[in-house]
């Protein structure tokens, strides 16, 4: 019985030790990202589908400190002016029902990252790793959750995020037009390039 007792134990020691040894090893990162390079793309539709349409536009920033899965200071911010869509008067509505003259800005701050080891994105790829974090909107905050995928694009790490949104959850108004209503639901890409250096 104690030699069983001893044995519980030693592996209880050495998994503590293992987990020191990973806290020690994890590099934070500073991420400094880069807005003539960085975009945000989505894809929305009409009810049932009657009609599709997709905008983008760029202009993303944002500064980070990345120390662990958990920790994390900083935050990306988006001029939604910027917005472009496939027909102008879409863009129009949008930034209407988007009332961007009062919310001129959505703001993205991530509270659950999957590196343990922020360093890692300097030396290896991600691929649609799960993440989560808060999103104000047209002045209202959500929680948001999706994938992230990262690589390496010369001396600078490129980030995308891919999440969904829902327009009534951020108290926008899903506008009617030619008898048609926006749908409530809107596929988001937020590509950025980043200058990631290890601290």
């Known amino acids: 019985m104690r030699r069983v007792q001893l044995i519980a134990h030693s592996l209880v020691l050495v998994g503590l030790l293992t987990q020191g040894t990973l806290s ?63 027909m102008d008067t879409r863009a129009k509505h ?22 343990e080891d ?21 002045g209202v905050e959500k929680p948001v959750k999706g994938q992230v995928s990262t690589r390496k694009d010369g001396d600078k790490i490129e980030y995308v995020f891919n999440f969904k949104l829902s327009l009534t959850e951020f108290g926008i108004t899903r506008r009617k037009h030619l008898g048609l209503q926006v749908g409530d639901e809107f596929d988001v890409e937020v590509k950025t390039l980043a200058k990631v250096v290890a601290l």
């Open 118 to 138: 922020p360093s890692t994105v300097l030396t290896k790829e991600t691929k649609d790793q799960p993440f989560e974090g808060k999103m104000t909107l047209h």
């Open 94 to 115: 949008m930034k209407e029902d988007l009332e961007v003259t009062k919310f001129p800005e959505a703001k993205f701050v991530p509270t659950l990252l999957p590196w």
């Open 24 to 86: 020690l090893a994890a590099k934070p990162v500073s991420v400094d990202i880069l807005p003539t390079n960085s975009t945000v793309s989505f894809k929305g539709s009409t009810l049932k589908n009657i009609v599709k349409f997709d905008g983008k536009g760029t202009g993303v920033a944002g500064k980070f400190k990345i120390t662990s899965s958990k920790v994390v200071e900083g935050q990306a911010t988006f001029p939604l002016n910027n917005l472009q869509l496939d």
